[in-house]
């Protein structure tokens, strides 16, 4: 018993010059192009209606390997959480439009308890500043005492001058808090950080 299609060629088989466009155009005018691309290209533009997977079965058939691989994830550990609270804060400063145009654009400089997520002081600035930031620690020490590690990112140089709305310039770099490690030797003495 023989099966009626041998001998006859397969109807799905893509003619010799449709692979030989495909092959030139991949090397040509989409060169570069991964596997999707191509396929999108390859329909949009030249009427060469074919799955991704069938240009990609053509391709690697003439040797022609996709020219973008997929990079993996790049591994990032998490550093853990301290284990009790107070034992470390993390501070930052976030301008942005918080009035929604009914006022100056704003900066919240804020301080969040790394063990809890807590936040014990926040507050509005018209600039991220070193100032900014005295106060905030300035604030949390008179309430909670002095030793506390503080990360923060560090501060870097504008291309553009800090100035306050009142037109009061601050100059093009502020500070770096980035680690800082504050300690009192003596916690009855808290009155010495004042803002006036």
Not at 91 to 110: K, M, N, Q, T
Not at 167 to 195: D, E
């Amino acid at each position: 018993m023989v099966h009626g299609n041998r001998g006859r060629p397969c109807k799905r088989k893509i003619k010799e010059k449709t692979v030989e466009r495909i092959v030139e155009l991949a090397l040509g005018k989409y060169r570069g192009f991964n596997d999707r691309h191509l396929t999108e290209k390859l329909n949009e533009e030249e009427q060469i209606e074919f799955c991704r997977e069938k240009i990609r079965q053509i391709l690697r058939c003439e040797g022609i390997a996709s020219p973008r691989k997929r990079r993996p994830n790049k591994h990032r550990s998490r550093r853990e959480r301290r284990a009790a609270e107070e034992m470390m804060l993390q501070v930052d400063g976030s301008p942005h439009d918080w009035l929604e145009g009914r006022g100056p654009v704003l900066c919240l400089i804020g301080a969040i308890d790394d063990a809890t997520g807590k936040v014990p002081r926040a507050f509005f600035e018209e600039a991220e500043s070193s100032w900014a930031y005295f106060r905030l620690f300035c604030d949390i020490f008179k309430k909670y005492g002095l030793a506390v590690p503080a990360w923060s990112k560090a501060l870097h140089r504008s291309s553009k001058p800090y100035v306050l709305s009142n037109g009061v310039p601050l100059g093009r770099t502020t500070p770096s808090v980035c680690k800082a490690r504050f300690f009192n030797p003596n916690p009855l003495h808290k009155h010495h950080c004042r803002l006036t």
